[in-house]
Each structure stands twice: as C-alpha cells, then as structure tokens.
C-alpha cells in the first residue's frame, strides 16, 4: 500500500512538473518600448549616397523577442559584423554592442524619440589617439526604408562629422 501511495505521488509530482515546464511564460518583452526598434528587423540592401550598395544587412528577433541580432555584410565581403541590441528594463535606455571581424567593437546606449531612434557611445580613443562619440540614428521613413547616419564627434560633441550614411531597402 505505502509502495502504491508513493508511486502515485511520484507520478502526480511528475505530472504537475511536467505540465508547468510545458506552459508558455507570457512574452517579457511585448511591451511597447521593448519594440520601439523593430521597424529594423529584416532583410536588407543599404545604399550609400552615391547611390551604391554598401553591402546587407539581416536583422532577427531572437531570444523570446528580448534581442534583436544584426548580420552586416559589406559590398564586395571581406568586412562582416554583428551588433545585439536590447532595451534595458532596469536603465529604461536601448542598448547596442557591436562586434565586427576586423577586432572592432562599440558600445551605445540612447532611445526613441518619438520619430528615430538615437544611441550613443561614452567618449573612447579612436585609432588617431583622440577621445572619439560615436552617435548613431536610425529613423523610419514613410515608404518603408530605414535612414541609418553614424555621426563621429571628437570635440565633445559641438561638431559632428558623418562616419555612414545608409538607406535601408528591403530585399
């Protein structure tokens, strides 16, 4: 009997863990400010200026939607990175690490604005020695594309001068 009694509580334990591992959790990152950058997600062409390809970019959702990973490709291969941006709930600020396959890396951190969204670097050395901001602004146009402008600033941000200019076209 007391066999009987434990075998059906290891199987009622089993059965209640079992079906708690198998319920969805809700969606941590649903809200709306965890999607303030999602108009990036996708696949892309980038058109510098002139009006050339500068290479792709794929942008995904992953993580239960807390992440979104960027795939760059330059024209031409040979330069490739990618970036992790998040929205950071205990600093209320979107964050960004990138890391490129030349030893590269920037840290930014800002949020949306209501038309674009704005992240910036901390002041850091840049290959000349000088302290270096990095600023970068992504802003959603009406007809579907994404405007990418990374602004560099070594005066402490009174002036600023264009790193990348790029309109994103969906594949």
Known sequence: ?????????AMLTLAVTTTKAQTPTPCACCHEKAKQFHFW?????VINP???????????????????????????GGYTGT??????????KWQQLWIDNQGGNLQLEGEWNGS??????KP????????????????????GTVRQLWEASTDGG??????????????
């Open 116 to 121: 674009a969204m704005i992240l910036q670097s």
């Open 41 to 45: 997600v996708g696949e892309w062409e």
């Open 158 to 171: 009174t002036s600023w001068s264009v790193a990348f200019d790029g309109l994103y076209k969906r594949k």
């Open 1 to 9: 009997m007391l066999a009987k009694s434990l075998a059906l509580i």
């Open 50 to 76: 002139k009006g050339k390809v500068a290479g792709t970019n794929r942008i995904v959702l992953m993580e239960g939607n807390c992440v979104m990973q960027e795939n760059w490709t330059a024209a031409g």
């Open 83 to 92: 970036s992790y941006n998040f929205y950071n709930t205990s600093t209320g």
């Open 124 to 143: 850091t050395k840049n290959p000349q020695g000088q302290l270096q901001t990095d600023r970068i602004t992504w802003t959603p146009n009406a007809d």
